[in-house]
């Protein structure tokens, strides 16, 4: 399953696990629209959807991976160090759900910018 995220300065696709509980209760709710918050070098939004914490969550991923914050109900999109990591590391604030993997670099997210509107839509796979 690919998804599109996109800001006011751009855009970019991921393509997400479409197996898990979190993935399919993500994609009934696409699109969706919502505000961007950034935190270190992460993007995070709220996405209206709720679900459990699934037993694979981890707090350090790599830049570039889909996660989402269950205590937070949002999309979390590291792309480089957050304020609690060490090093390199993109280490979310708490456990999250793995969905995937960013399409591209996710560099393209220091682009984004605190408050931005958001919009995440399902890439049509005809």
Known sequence: MQIRVSWPAGNITATLVGHTP???????AL????TT??????VYFDTGVSV??????REVVEP???AFWTDGDALALPYGPTPISRGGEGRLASPCN???TL?????????????DPV???LIDED
């Open 119 to 121: 919009r995440v839509e």
């Open 52 to 57: 459990s914490r699934e037993t694979d969550a």
């Open 103 to 115: 399409d591209a670099d996710a560099r393209a997210l220091a682009t984004v910018r605190h408050g």
């Open 22 to 28: 979190t993935a399919q209760a993500l994609a009934k």
């Open 64 to 66: 570039g991976t889909v």
């Open 37 to 42: 918050y950034t935190w270190g070098e992460e």
């Open 98 to 100: 793995v969905l995937g």
């Open 31 to 34: 699109p969706l629209t919502s």
